[in-house]
C-alpha cells in the first residue's frame, strides 16, 4: 500500500459549462453534397491547419472488443464531425478492429495490409503503405517477439500485447500465460484472465509458447517494448509526428498520385477492388483541408478519380459496405449502417460546451454495487472525489478529501479515519481562458510530480476514475458480461481478476 500526502494543486479555472446542444466550430469545417464526375459525394471540409481542432480515434464503448453506432461515439466525444473507421470483425465472434489504429500517438493495432492514414500534430494528413516491426526487450535485451497488439490471438504460438486501451479484461487461455507490466517492470505472471495496469501492460503467451515466459522472464524484471514503422513513399520522421491514425485502404492517392491498387495492398475481394460499391473515404488538399465523405456507389477507380476532381492530393479508403457512416449534425447530417468498432472524429478544442449529461453509473465496488453520479467526457468517466471517497471508506484505501489554504489546493489524504467536511471542494475560476474548462491538476506523491485531468461542473470537480486508482493504488476494470466498472481495493493495478 502506498503510503503518503497527496496535493493536487490546480491552475484557476474556468467552469465547464453544459448544454444540450453542441456549438460547432461552423468556422473550421463545412459540408457538402455533390455530383462529381456523375457521382453524388457526401462530404465534410476540416481545417487541418486549425490547432484548436482535435481528431481523435473513437472507440466503442471506451473499449476495443464491442460497437457502437458512430453517432453515438461521436456524441460522447463531443465531436462536431465524424467517418466511421477500419474494418473490424463484423460478422462472427468478438467485433475487435482488423486495421491499424495509431491514438495519441500510440500504436494499438496493426494490420497486416491495406494503407493508413496519419494525422500530425501539425494538422498535416499522410497517406502510405506501412509495415510494423515489433521489438520487445527484457533488462535491456531484445529478447520478444510480440505478433499483434489489442487483438486476441487464437494461433497457439501466438505473442500479443495488451494496452490498457483494450478497455476490459485480458483473455488467457489454458496453458497460456501472461506478463503484467507495470510502471516498466514485471508484477505478475497470469495464468488466468487479468486486466491491464493503466500504467502498463500484458503480453499473453499462447500455450505453445508460453514456456518462454518461464525461462525469460521473473518478478522485478524490466520489460519495455518499442514500435518501428517502415515507410513505402512517406518519410519515417513525418510519423514520429502523428497523433491519430487508421488503417484500411485501399490507398487512392499519394503524394499527387492515383494508386487505387488492391492487390498491391493484399486485398483479394471483388467487392473492395473492382466491383461498384458503397465507399468511405479520408483525404487532403495541398493546403492541409481534410476531407471525409462517402460515395453510395463506386468502383475503387471511380472513387480515386472523384478524389482528384475536389483535388485531394492524398485519399485512402476507410470501412465501406454496410459501415459507411457521416456525423455532422450541425447540417442535420447523421448517416449510419451498422453499428462499429472505431471511427475518426473531430472536436473544437475552444468549445466550452459539451454535450455530457450526467449518468447514474452502476459501480461494483469490492463485489458491492453502488449508484454514483459520472459524466463520460471524451469516453471516459469522470466521478466526483467525495463520492469516490464515501464508496472507498472502511476499506484500506480509503481517503480524507479537505481544502489546503495555504497552498489553495485540494489535498487527498489516504489511510486516515473518514472525515465529512460536507460539499465539493472546487477550485477557484477567474481566468478568461475559453479552453480552460479541463484544468491539468499537479498531484504529488511524495515529492513526485505527475499530470492528472479534472473538470469543473457546476462547482464540483470530477476526475478520471483510473487516474484517481493509479494514485491511490486501487484496481479500475469493467465486468463487460455486466456492463459495469469494477472496483477492487483490495488489489493494485495489474492485480484485478
Known amino acids: 500500500?502506498?503510503?503518503?500526502?497527496?496535493i493536487l494543486s490546480f491552475a484557476m479555472v474556468a467552469g465547464l459549462l453544459l448544454s444540450t446542444n453542441f456549438t460547432f466550430a461552423a468556422s473550421s469545417s463545412a459540408y457538402n453534397s455533390q455530383n462529381i464526375n456523375g457521382m453524388k459525394v457526401n462530404y465534410v471540409t476540416v481545417e487541418g491547419n486549425n490547432q484548436n481542432v482535435k481528431p481523435i480515434i473513437l472507440n466503442a464503448g471506451n473499449q476495443m472488443n464491442t460497437t457502437d453506432s458512430?453517432?453515438?461515439?461521436?456524441?460522447?466525444?463531443?465531436?462536431?464531425?465524424a467517418i466511421n473507421g477500419t474494418y473490424f470483425e463484423a460478422y462472427s465472434g468478438t467485433p475487435v478492429p482488423w486495421g491499424t489504429m495509431i491514438k495519441d500517438g500510440k500504436v494499438l493495432h496493426i494490420s497486416q495490409s491495406g494503407a493508413v492514414f496519419g494525422i500530425t500534430s501539425s494538422g498535416k494528413l499522410l497517406v502510405d503503405r506501412l509495415t510494423f516491426d515489433f521489438e520487445g526487450y527484457i533488462n535491456g535485451e531484445y529478447r520478444a517477439i510480440p505478433w499483434r497488439v489489442n487483438h486476441p490471438s487464437t494461433e497457439a504460438g501466438a505473442i500479443t500485447i495488451f494496452t490498457p486501451e483494450y478497455g476490459t479484461a485480458v483473455k488467457v487461455a489454458a496453458g497460456a500465460k501472461g506478463v503484467v507490466v507495470t510502471d516498466s517492470y514485471v508484477t505478475q505472471?497470469?495464468?488466468a484472465d487479468c486486466y491491464v495496469p493503466a500504467n502498463g501492460f500484458v503480453i499473453v503467451y499462447n500455450p505453445d509458447v508460453s514456456y518462454l515466459v518461464d525461462e525469460r522472464y521473473q518478478i522485478g524484471d524490466e520489460v519495455t517494448y518499442k514500435v518501428k514503422i517502415n515507410t513505402t513513399f512517406t518519410d519515417n520522421k513525418d510519423w514520429s509526428n502523428v497523433v491519430v491514425g487508421l488503417g484500411a485502404g485501399p490507398s487512392l492517392i499519394i503524394n499527387g498520385v492515383i494508386t487505387a491498387q488492391g492487390e498491391a495492398e493484399g486485398f483479394s475481394e471483388a467487392k473492395i477492388n473492382t466491383a461498384s460499391a458503397a465507399r468511405s473515404f479520408i483525404g487532403s488538399t495541398a493546403e492541409r483541408k481534410i476531407v471525409i465523405g462517402n460515395?453510395?456507389?463506386?468502383?475503387?477507380?471511380?472513387?480515386?478519380?472523384?478524389?482528384?476532381?475536389?483535388?485531394?492530393?492524398?485519399?485512402?479508403?476507410?470501412?465501406?459496405?454496410?459501415?459507411?457512416a457521416l456525423y455532422y449534425p450541425s447540417a442535420g447530417i447523421s448517416t449510419t449502417g451498422r453499428n462499429i468498432n472505431n471511427g475518426l472524429a473531430f472536436v473544437d478544442i475552444t468549445n466550452v460546451y459539451v454535450t455530457a449529461r450526467p449518468t447514474t453509473s452502476i459501480v461494483l465496488v469490492d463485489g458491492e454495487n453502488v449508484s454514483l453520479t459520472a459524466y463520460n467526457i471524451g469516453e471516459s468517466n469522470y466521478f466526483k472525489l467525495r463520492d469516490l471517497a464515501m464508496v472507498?471508506?472502511?476499506s484500506d484505501k480509503q481517503f480524507e478529501v479537505a481544502w489546503?489554504?495555504?497552498?489553495?489546493?485540494?489535498?487527498?489524504?489516504?489511510e486516515r479515519s473518514y472525515t465529512s467536511v460536507g460539499g465539493e471542494l472546487s477550485t477557484a475560476s477567474d481566468l478568461n481562458n475559453e479552453d480552460a474548462y479541463l484544468s491539468t491538476a499537479k498531484v504529488y506523491f511524495d515529492q513526485e510530480?505527475?499530470?492528472?485531468k479534472a473538470y469543473q461542473i457546476n462547482g464540483n470537480n470530477y476526475f478520471k476514475l483510473r487516474d484517481v486508482g493509479s494514485c491511490i493504488n486501487f484496481?479500475?476494470?469493467?465486468?463487460?458480461?455486466?456492463?459495469t466498472i469494477k472496483i477492487d481495493t483490495a488489489s493494485g493495478y495489474g492485480d484485478l481478476k
Open 1 to 6: 500500500m502506498r503510503r503518503g500526502r497527496y
Open 392 to 394: 472507498l471508506k472502511g
Open 189 to 191: 505472471i497470469a495464468t
Open 475 to 483: 484496481a479500475v476494470g469493467w465486468d463487460a458480461l455486466m456492463n
Open 449 to 452: 510530480e505527475v499530470l492528472m
Open 295 to 324: 460515395i453510395p456507389s463506386a468502383t475503387l477507380m471511380q472513387a480515386a478519380q472523384v478524389c482528384q476532381s475536389m483535388g485531394l492530393v492524398n485519399a485512402m479508403c476507410l470501412d465501406g459496405g454496410g459501415s459507411v
Open 404 to 414: 489546503d489554504d495555504i497552498r489553495k489546493a485540494i489535498k487527498l489524504i489516504p
Open 70 to 81: 458512430l453517432a453515438n461515439m461521436a456524441k460522447s466525444a463531443g465531436a462536431f464531425a
